[in-house]
């Protein structure tokens, strides 16, 4: 099956087809919640920012113009909304610590890590059942393999050895990821040191 670019599909949606307007949002909604979530600190407000976006876009279709890239354009609209959201919410206070300190990451590292943050929730999501609870209990809810053990009413053993399969499965699955990521920081910081020789 071949991937439709991005702007085919915008063309589509701002011609009414809901099926590339769909796709658009299935491509997108979860990196860019986890982007939104980044800058306002609570997934639950990012995620009504991110919808709030796909319905304005599907409303303002027709007139809305994408001068560079798709991508591009529903990154930057969400960063922009996070930051009316902030200085609508806290107009006196200005921008706090922790929104400076993000708004001092380079915006394409912001991106990055939104879109690893996705592949990490997809590769969770297709654990196995009980795998997936256990991985979730160890390291989202911060329980030992012992307190697991008991909730679930497992042995410490099997909770140990579907933690093993659920890390396992999570790095074969960031694998070609996380090459991809590594390769392009070893270029950026070659491109660094040259231009200091230049």
């Known amino acids: 099956?071949?991937?439709?670019?991005?702007?085919?599909?915008?063309?589509?949606?701002?011609?009414?087809?809901?099926?590339?307007?769909?796709?658009?949002?299935?491509?997108?909604?979860?990196?860019?919640?986890?982007?939104?979530?980044?800058?306002?600190?609570?997934?639950?407000?990012?995620?009504?920012?991110?919808?709030?976006?796909?319905?304005?876009?599907?409303?303002?279709?027709?007139?809305?113009?994408?001068?560079?890239?798709?991508?591009?354009?529903?990154?930057?609209?969400?960063?922009?909304?996070?930051?009316?959201?902030?200085?609508?919410?806290?107009?006196?206070?200005?921008?706090?610590?922790?929104?400076?300190?993000?708004?001092?990451?380079?915006?394409?590292?912001?991106?990055?890590?939104a879109e690893l943050n996705e592949r990490i929730n997809l590769s969770i999501n297709r654990l196995p059942d009980k795998c997936r609870e256990i991985f979730l209990l160890s390291r989202m809810e911060g329980l030992k393999y012992a307190e697991i053990a008991r909730k679930l009413d497992l042995s410490v053993k099997t909770v140990e050895m579907q933690m093993g399969i659920a890390l396992r499965k999570i790095r074969e699955s960031l694998s070609d990821y996380l090459t991809l990521l590594l390769l392009a920081f070893l270029c950026k910081k070659l491109f660094m040191l040259l231009q200091g020789v230049l």
């Open 1 to 113: 099956m071949s991937i439709i670019p991005d702007t085919d599909v915008f063309r589509s949606i701002q011609k009414g087809d809901h099926k590339a307007f769909s796709q658009l949002f299935d491509s997108y909604y979860i990196s860019l919640c986890f982007f939104a979530a980044r800058y306002l600190h609570d997934l639950s407000l990012a995620r009504s920012l991110v919808q709030d976006l796909f319905i304005d876009l599907w409303q303002r279709r027709e007139k809305i113009e994408v001068a560079v890239s798709v991508k591009a354009y529903l990154y930057i609209s969400v960063k922009n909304r996070c930051i009316d959201y902030l200085r609508a919410k806290r107009p006196e206070a200005g921008i706090t610590e922790p929104e400076a300190a993000v708004s001092q990451v380079p915006f394409r590292d912001l991106i990055e890590e």
